[in-house]
């Protein structure tokens, strides 16, 4: 009998802003590839208990836990929740991202504009990280199977011009996870950051719905056509599985070939 390659029983798996997209897509794919749970994070929290629900008809058990991955103490009450709840965490996925309605994504000139947008970019995509990272750790180190798994964007690895702020929060994210990966590798815990690049969920999909802005963006694709949440969720479950073990401190781009990095 060959192996089966991911292998996520018995594995407790909380994925953030999973209400929708990406982090929807790696909510669902780790239930039905055998997780034992999922919790199921978005600060919407319609949003968590519709993909709980999913969760649950995948045959995963799943919690709805809508907080806000900004806040140290709403962070630090929801994973005392988890223990509550499962005793352990076996995969932390970072996935909520981008900054809501609270901040500017585009600059058109960074160096004329305010900096009053610059906070809610960086307290989510890398004050979040690292929030959850602090939390969830204690919950991982027991069993020697933990994984850490944070979304980040191509954005981050080779720059985009008007996404400054972003891009700054994406590389930390990215810098931080690898300094993770080390402090944490004593406890069997991996940590790697998976790196997307134009990928259709709500955020973008008015976007990449403009087809002259569409064609011209997918010249920079080597496959012509943008991602989906299914191509970025393979890579976070393989990562977030047993199988993921000797993987750690890197980072991955998932990414149609926008940037091919050596
Ligand atoms: N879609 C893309 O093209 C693209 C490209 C590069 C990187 N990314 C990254 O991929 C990840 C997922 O993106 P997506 O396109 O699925 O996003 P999305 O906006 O469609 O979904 C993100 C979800 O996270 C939730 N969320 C946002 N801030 C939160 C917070 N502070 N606390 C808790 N929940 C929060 C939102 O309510 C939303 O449901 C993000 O980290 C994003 O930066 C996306």
């Not at 060959?2 to 990406?22: E, F, H, Y």
């Not at 009450?77 to 996935?95: D, P, Q, S």
């Not at 991996?190 to 087809?211: C, H, K, Y």
């Not at 479950?237 to 091919?260: D, E, M, R």
Request: hydrophobic letters at 45%; charged letters at 20%; one cysteine or more.
């Amino acid at each position: 009998m060959g192996r089966t390659i991911i292998d996520m029983s018995d594995r407790v798996v909380l994925v953030t802003g999973a209400g929708q997209g990406v982090g929807r897509q790696i909510a669902l794919d780790a239930a039905s590839n055998g997780a034992r749970a999922v919790v199921v994070n978005d600060f919407v929290p319609e949003r968590a208990e519709a993909v709980a629900e999913e969760v649950r008809k995948e045959g995963a058990a799943a919690l709805a836990l809508p907080f806000d991955v900004t806040s140290p103490d709403a962070v630090e009450a929801a994973f005392a929740r988890v223990r509550e709840e499962f005793g352990e965490l076996h995969a932390l996925v970072n996935n909520a991202g981008n900054a809501g309605a609270g901040g500017k994504a585009r600059f058109e000139d960074f160096w004329s504009e305010p900096v009053d947008g610059w906070n809610a970019w960086l307290g989510t995509n890398l004050f979040g990280v690292m929030n959850c990272v602090r939390a969830g750790v204690p919950l991982m180190r027991g069993h020697g199977q933990g994984r850490i798994v944070t979304v980040i964007s191509d954005a981050g690895r080779v720059g985009e011009a008007g996404l400054e702020v972003y891009s700054a929060a994406k590389a930390g994210a990215a810098g931080f996870m690898r300094a993770v990966a080390r402090s944490a590798g004593r406890f069997g815990i991996t940590a790697n950051s998976v790196s997307i690049s134009a990928t259709r969920t709500p955020f973008v999909e008015a976007m990449l719905d403009d087809e002259a802005a569409a064609k011209e963006q997918l010249k920079r694709y080597i496959i012509r056509r943008f991602g989906t949440p299914e191509d970025i969720a393979g890579m976070v479950v393989f990562l977030s599985s047993t199988a993921g073990a000797w993987v750690t401190g890197q980072t991955i781009s998932v990414n149609g070939g926008y940037a091919v990095i050596p």
